[in-house]
């Protein structure tokens, strides 16, 4: 399955953003699809996730700000992103969890305050 992740861009803090994934095979059949992030010199980390049954689960630092949904029909992942913050910078890409070996492309998305 290739994933590809799209609709980053540069946004003022407070503003939002949503991220849209499209994998090119069946996602049906993975449990958990995922949404992580990397940022400039830190390590990769798991922002948000979703189970084949809709339960979601997000990190700390995005809870209540962040929304995970997927539409499995159309083997699509999204992440809203509301109220963002400038610690929200980075390269958000989608993949399962567990990931992939094959990350794919992510998308840039610039918080500025």
């Known amino acids: 399955v290739q994933l590809q992740a799209s609709g980053g861009g540069l946004v003022q803090a407070g503003g939002s953003l949503r991220l849209s994934c499209a994998a090119s095979g069946n996602i049906d059949s993975i449990n958990d699809m995922a949404w992580y992030r990397q940022a400039p010199g830190k390590q990769r980390e798991l922002v948000a996730g979703?189970?084949?049954?809709?339960?979601?689960y997000y990190a700390d630092s995005v809870k209540g700000r962040f929304t995970i949904s997927r539409d499995s029909a159309k083997n699509m992942v999204f992440l809203q992103m509301n109220s963002l913050k400038p610690d929200d910078t980075a390269v958000y890409y989608c993949n399962r969890n567990p990931p992939f070996t094959n990350w794919g492309q992510g998308t840039l998305v610039t918080v500025s305050s």
């Open positions: 979703i189970t084949s049954s809709g339960a979601t």
